[in-house]
């Protein structure tokens, strides 16, 4: 599955209002929105909507996502789709973007790469394969780690949780890249850890 396509459901979707459809009594909490979870039966709301923008430890949040804390369902709208209706995360893509009107646009998925490159500085891409990305990723994140322990000690316990974090979310997001945006995640993931750790 392409990575374009899951992108442009986080952009153009509004998962509060998505979600909304489906879950009765969402009530704003501070920065949140909270319900009774529609995945099992609960009297004390426990399922909680975080809209995009919202601030956590690791930065700001780039798409709109759920928890519960009784059950512990958790994702972004697409999951919530698949646990709706019980479906693959391929089969709920392809809902969400029928229900929206999304077509495949290979010129609008080309502009997408386009302005990532763009907006991560990269001009000339040397393009790698899956296994070499994963690779890549591994050594860079190795290396970071190996800095941070010989020169800035005092924040290795917190960069490894990052590191950690990292890790999860490529495990996470891979699977749906096709070569030249698996390509552009390594590149983003680098961009991001030298400019993080010329700011420490």
């Not at 392809?94 to 009107?101: A, H, N, Q, S």
């Not at 190996?146 to 917190?158: A, G, L, M």
Request: glycine share 4%.
């Amino acid at each position: 599955m392409k990575r374009f396509r899951i992108q442009r459901l986080h952009n153009e979707i509004d998962g509060v209002e998505y979600i909304s459809k489906f879950v009765r009594g969402i009530k704003k909490v501070g920065t949140t929105y909270k319900a009774c979870c529609p995945f099992h039966n609960e009297k004390t709301p426990s399922f909680t909507i975080y809209p995009k923008g919202f601030i956590t430890k690791n930065g700001v949040q780039e798409y709109d996502s759920f928890y519960c804390f009784g059950c512990e369902a958790g994702g972004d709208i697409i999951k919530f789709q698949q646990l709706l209706h019980n479906i693959s995360r391929e089969q709920a893509v392809i809902e969400l973007e029928k229900e929206y009107g999304y077509l495949e646009d290979e010129e609008e998925e080309l502009d997408y790469l386009k302005n990532e490159l763009h907006r991560i500085n990269i001009k000339n891409m040397k393009m790698l394969s899956f296994s070499e990305v994963n690779l890549n990723i591994s050594i860079f994140c190795r290396k970071y780690l190996e800095y941070i322990y010989q020169f800035k000690k005092n924040y290795y316990e917190y960069e490894s949780k990052l590191i950690d974090h990292y890790f999860r979310y490529i495990d996470w997001i891979l699977p749906d890249c096709n070569e030249k945006e698996a390509n552009i995640l390594y590149y983003k993931i680098e961009n991001k850890l030298n400019k993080r750790r010329d700011k420490l």
